[in-house]
């Protein structure tokens, strides 16, 4: 393929695999890699967030998603058919404010025995992993099940 601008690319309709492969030139040298290797450089957007609420979408990619609300959130994770999140797609976060986060939605979301999907406190991280179609893993600093 000859060097083209992205802006003179023909977008897609259908979703990101993450398996596609793409030309990136290091040294003068042109390599291909696939998408998933390219995110994996460490860096992420900021995205906060003041709302009660927020459904997951496809934007949320690579962004470190801060709820900043006073009073608790809900977060929301969609199933498959509604957003086709890649297999293996991580989203993180933090609880920055008062405000608990509860993850809800109608995808199955595993968490650890005896906890529940919710942040512990304000500065509680946790990561959501999409480990097939519709379930997800839930990792954080969660809530213990009184």
């Known amino acids: 393929m000859a060097d083209v601008k992205i802006s003179a690319l023909t977008a897609s309709a259908a979703a990101v695999a993450g398996t596609e492969v793409v030309p990136a030139v290091q040294s003068g040298v042109t390599k291909k890699m696939p998408i998933k290797d390219i995110a994996k450089v460490g860096y992420q957007d900021i995205l906060t ?15 470190w998603i801060r709820f900043t609300s006073a009073t608790a959130v809900t977060l929301t994770v969609p199933t498959n058919a509604s957003v086709a999140f890649p297999i293996g797609t991580t989203l993180n976060g933090l609880q920055a404010a008062a405000g608990q986060i509860t993850v809800a939605g109608t995808p199955t979301v595993n968490k650890p025995t005896g906890y529940n999907a919710k942040t512990r406190a304000q500065g509680s991280a946790w990561s959501l992993i999409k480990v097939a179609t519709d ?12």
Do not use: C, M, R, Y
């Open 135 to 146: 379930t997800w893993d839930l990792v954080g600093d969660l809530e213990v099940t009184p």
């Open 49 to 63: 967030e003041s709302g009660t609420t927020k459904s997951l979408v496809l934007t949320d990619l690579g962004a």
